[in-house]
């Protein structure tokens, strides 16, 4: 039982972090096919999501909270709403969204347009 908690939530912090890592690499003016990427993708992990109980609350909460996937400011602070939702169902603090800005950083920088790094 304790072990299936520790499996749980240790799924939990590697599936928010990409997540969260995702839209903070997500284009700022994306094409309309950037977008209708993320949405499906966003979509898809909470379809895939290996964890049937986690899955099925995501789900509610992608119906009262669609996707924003117009631009990545868009998309990242929605999905830092939507983590603040499932943290407050569980009774966990929620996250200052006004500091998502540079927390996940992926060390991709090599691949901004124009970047040396
Ligand atoms: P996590 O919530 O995993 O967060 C990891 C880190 O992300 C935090 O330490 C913090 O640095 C940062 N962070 C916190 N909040 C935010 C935010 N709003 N925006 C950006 N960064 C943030 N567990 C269940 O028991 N029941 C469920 O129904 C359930 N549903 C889930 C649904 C999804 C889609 C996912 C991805 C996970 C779900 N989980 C669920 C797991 C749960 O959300 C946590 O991942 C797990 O409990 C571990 O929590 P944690 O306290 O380590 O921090």
Same mark, same amino acid.
């Given at each position: *039982?304790?072990? =299936?908690?520790?499996?749980? /939530?240790?799924?939990?912090? !590697? !599936? ?8 903070s690499r997500f284009p700022e ?9 993320? *949405? ?11 964890? $049937?109980? #986690?899955? $099925?609350?995501? $789900? ?8 924003? &996937? $117009?631009?990545r =400011?868009? /998309?990242? %602070?929605?999905? #830092?709403? &939507?983590? =603040?939702? &499932?943290?407050? !169902?569980?009774? *966990?603090? &929620?996250?200052? #969204?006004? *500091?998502? %800005?540079d927390?996940?950083d992926c060390g991709c920088a090599e691949d901004e347009e124009g970047g040396t790094a």
């Open positions: *039982k304790l072990g =299936n908690e520790t499996a749980k /939530a240790e799924l939990g912090r !590697s !599936s928010w972090h990409l997540f969260h890592t995702i839209m003016t994306p094409t309309a096919d950037e977008s209708a990427a993320l *949405k499906s993708y966003i979509h898809l992990f909470q379809r895939l999501y290996p964890c $049937g109980e #986690c899955a $099925g609350h995501f $789900g509610e909460i992608l119906k009262r909270y669609p996707p924003q &996937v $117009g631009s =400011n868009a /998309a990242a %602070g929605w999905a #830092c709403h &939507v983590h =603040n939702v &499932v943290n407050e !169902s569980l009774g *966990k603090e &929620v996250f200052d #969204c006004a *500091k998502i %800005g927390f996940y």
